[in-house]
């Protein structure tokens, strides 16, 4: 086989070590399942900096470690120094044996705890090494530590990989805390009137006791335009989202968060296909290639499109491979789905798994999955990286994935709309007020509607990434703001990526804002947090470095080109991907919600958005209109009535306090009462 397996046996040991005037401690432990009934996932940090108290003394940390117990089943560990504390949960990917945190530098000044992949971090080695540093373990992580040592906040934008790590530096007296540049590690904050708290966890910050359970109306409105909040908002008021490609520094008590880099596209226009295809497929072969660093067994997601199925003919070019698909019952395109990833995991030899999830399987794990999202995340195609992680947990602990691939390569259908609209969106704004007028009188559902209501508009006004669930008038009715100030528009936080990046073409100013929100909002979010819920890594090599560094340069020509998308990522894996999966549209997990919603889940979704108005924040009369809209067939309201099911089960557990299995009985209950009435 081309990776080790490795047999993780080592169970039950604990020892403390004493280290410069702290403590450091570990501990491992063996189980499956958690009091709650729910599989662990794995990596996860967390930190306390509270002025004036010690936080050995405080037993705030160890609440903090052990409400993430589920993210790291074979290690934990703590450092507290004074009024500073790291605690860490892990799961043992790479140097199991040595890998332990928190790593502490050779003269205790400095104590780490990553939740990271670093894939340069052979080239980082040998260059600390040759500068006089002498590591102690084999793990990535330490190479951060040597590596701040080394360069201080500078050295971040020199790692390639994913990752969230806090540093606690006594020769600076601060902490320091950083995220990744796409966002593919989570990591939350909050300033305190006791001091500053973080983890890769909302329910870890809360488990401080220093965040009171308090829901972020503002983070509410931003949710139910973009199904999740945005960066760096959250649902529970006070509690932060560390954004991607920044660092949050902790210094006496005072917290400031910089950026330390940035990501933006760049096109070439004179940047020739073939040119660009080999640039694509060179690139990609060494991002596959470094994302297989692991000494436990790797497999990959597989679809029917070309993202997946170009990373596992890239993973299977260096050896064998074990994938997993996942289909739901009644979608019209999920047999076809499962047939097509089938057909091409027989075209490149792999060892094939696949799940066929059911309406009420579905519903069944619904309040889990959304316990495990915390942000949430009301993406529908969510619970299908659930399932799918869930089947192949049995086998491998590492699974690669095509996230990112849409964003970098323009694969989205709608990135195509601005070249489609360009005759109405260009006409003077007083034109495209008639026009818009004249659209707004038409019959909903009349032919050509559509058309002259997007192309009345601003490309800044209809498009704030992929989604846009309810506009600022409908949030008017279904919110009762009781907020001291108005609500901030959701268009306001995407106005400045269009203002900036205003010399960008359509298409690209839209890769540009989902880069920037969708991306890590929603793709990365869901993608961490249900694939954690299995104890699988989940590895997303689209979203490398260097692979951005070609992506960035590609013109809008070579993306949207022959009536298709990602047009040069399919050139660059022609000869590599079998020609369905190369050729095939995008159709991502076809989720049958709309049915659903009005046949086999109708009770237990009417009955948990009637149950309860989340402590009036909701308007009843206003839900009930847009189900009852839904039942008729007049409306299509799958996506708003999913997203507001969300925030209701998201309620009963992080503002309520109700367990996952309280609130899934108290769904079937509610459908119980709903079928009687």
């Known amino acids: ?22 403590v450091v401690g570990w501990a491992t432990e063996s189980f499956n399942r958690n009091e709650e009934g729910i599989h662990p996932p794995m990596c996860g940090i967390c930190g306390l900096i509270l002025p004036g108290q010690r936080v050995d003394d405080t037993g705030l940390l160890t609440r903090m470690t052990d409400v993430m117990v589920h993210r790291g089943p074979d290690d934990a560990g703590q450092v507290a120094w004074g009024e500073i504390g790291l605690g860490t949960r892990r799961l043992s990917i790479v140097d199991v044996a040595g890998g332990r945190q928190p790593i502490v530098n050779e003269d205790g000044t400095m104590a780490l705890v990553a939740n990271c992949e670093i894939y340069n971090q052979h080239d980082l080695r040998r ?21 701040y040592e080394q360069h201080g906040v500078d050295g971040f934008d020199r790692l390639r990989g994913m990752f969230a790590f806090a540093i606690a530096d006594r020769r600076r007296d601060r902490v320091v805390v950083v995220r990744d540049p796409f966002g593919i590690k989570p990591l939350y904050y909050a300033e305190t009137a006791q001091g500053v708290v973080f983890a890769s966890e909302i329910r ?3 488990a401080s006791g220093l965040v009171d359970r308090r829901i972020d109306l503002q983070g509410l409105w931003h949710y139910l335009t973009f199904q999740y909040v945005p960066d760096p908002g959250t649902l529970i008021d006070g509690v932060r989202t560390l954004p991607p490609y920044h660092y949050l520094t902790v210094s006496q008590g005072t917290a400031a968060v910089r950026p330390y880099g940035e990501l933006t596209f760049a096109p070439n226009p004179q940047m020739p296909l073939a040119e660009a295809a080999t640039e694509v497929r060179d690139v990609m072969r060494r991002s596959v290639q470094a994302h297989l660093m692991s000494d436990v067994p790797c497999g990959a997601f597989l679809s029917s499109g070309i993202d997946s199925s170009a990373v596992v003919a890239l993973m299977r070019e260096v050896g064998p491979v074990s994938t997993f698909s996942v289909g739901f019952e009644e979608a019209s395109d999920a047999q076809s789905e499962l047939a097509a990833a089938r057909a091409t995991a027989a075209a490149l030899g792999t060892n094939h798994h696949e799940v066929l999830i059911s309406p009420d399987r579905y519903a069944d ?38 996230e990112g691939a849409d964003e970098l390569f323009g694969g989205y259908p709608i990135y195509r709309e601005p070249l489609s609209l360009s005759r109405l969106s260009g006409l003077p704004p007083g034109v495209r007020h008639q026009i818009h007028q004249l659209g707004l009188r038409l019959p909903v559902g009349m032919r050509g509607r559509s058309l002259l209501l997007r192309g009345s508009q601003t490309l800044e006004e209809r498009y704030v990434g992929g989604a846009k ?32 990046f205003s010399g960008l073409d359509g298409p690209t100013r839209m890769q540009q804002l989902d880069l920037s929100f969708w991306l890590a909002g929603d793709i990365l979010m869901k993608a961490d947090k249900m694939s954690m819920a299995n104890s699988i890594e989940l590895r997303v090599p689209f979203l490398d470095r260097e692979v951005f560094e070609v992506a960035r340069r ?20 022609r000869s590599i991907v079998p020609q369905a999966a190369r050729t095939r549209p995008k159709l991502g997990f076809p989720v049958p919600t709309r049915q659903w919603f009005k046949t086999k889940l109708r009770d237990r979704v009417r009955a948990t958005l009637m149950d309860s108005d989340c402590g009036g924040i909701l308007d009843r009369v206003s839900v009930e209109a847009l189900w009852q809209e839904h039942q008729s067939t007049a409306h299509d309201h799958t996506r708003r009535l999913y ?26 209950s509610a459908a119980g009462r709903e079928r009687l009435s």
């Open 204 to 206: 870890a910050v809360l």
């Open 1 to 22: 086989m081309w990776f080790a397996l490795v047999s993780l046996t080592e169970r039950h040991r604990s020892g403390q070590a004493h280290l410069g005037g702290g």
């Open 127 to 147: 260059e600390l090494e040759a500068l006089g540093h002498r590591f102690a373990t084999h793990s990535d992580a330490e190479v951060i530590l040597h590596l």
């Open 469 to 500: 669930m309810f506009s600022e008038d409908a949030k008017r009715a279904l919110i009762h703001w009781s907020g001291e100030a108005p609500p901030i528009a959701s268009t306001a936080l995407t106005a400045p990526i269009y203002q900036r």
């Open 554 to 573: 590609l013109p809008t020509n070579l993306k949207l080109a022959d009536g298709t998308t990602k047009h040069v990522l399919r050139e660059a894996m």
């Open 365 to 402: 794990d619904l309040a889990r999955m959304v316990w495990y999202q915390e942000g949430p995340v009301a993406d529908p195609a969510a619970p299908g990286i659930f399932f799918l992680t869930e089947v192949a947990r049995s086998e491998v602990k590492v699974l690669l994935s095509g």
């Open 643 to 668: 997203t507001l099911l969300v925030f209701h089960l998201w309620y009963d557990m992080f503002i309520g306090g109700k367990s996952p299995a309280d609130v899934g009985a108290a769904m079937d």
